[in-house]
């Protein structure tokens, strides 16, 4: 069994930053990709952004160049540094993250529980 468990959502002005925190537990035999998305009221669950376990990162148009994604392998870990942020970032964020449990499993989806942001204005 394998859980995404994140971390560091809140309340934040308009222009203020978070950064969020997301960590695999369970049994992990390695990790592809990871990504965090998110998902407002009455919309659709979007990409925010992604990346690969080299390091390669990719982002919303709607979030570039105020969104940094990173990811600790050592860890399990990958962050989402929100700067700039803006009334309309306020969504519901859950991590994703292809892994393996085992060596000749194949890589699985799973998705962490999610933690609100709020951007107030």
């Known amino acids: 069994q394998v859980h995404l468990v994140e971390s560091g959502g809140g309340l934040v002005q308009a222009g203020g930053s978070l950064r969020l925190s997301c960590a695999a537990s369970?049994?992990?035999?390695?990790?592809?990709?990871m990504g965090w998305y998110r998902q407002a009221p009455g919309k659709q669950r979007e990409l925010v952004a992604g990346?690969?376990?080299?390091?390669?990162?990719n982002y919303a148009d709607s979030v570039r160049g105020r969104f940094t994604i990173s990811r600790d392998n050592a860890k399990n870990t990958v962050y989402l540094q929100m700067n700039s942020l803006k009334p309309e970032d306020t969504a519901v964020y859950y991590c994703?993250?292809?892994?393996?449990?085992?060596?000749?499993?194949?890589?699985?989806?799973?998705w962490g529980q999610g933690t609100l942001v709020t951007v107030s204005s």
């Open positions: 369970g049994t992990i035999f390695s990790i592809n990709n």
């Open positions: 994703n993250a292809l892994i393996r449990s085992r060596i000749l499993d194949r890589f699985r989806e799973v």
């Open positions: 990346i690969t376990s080299g390091g390669s990162a």
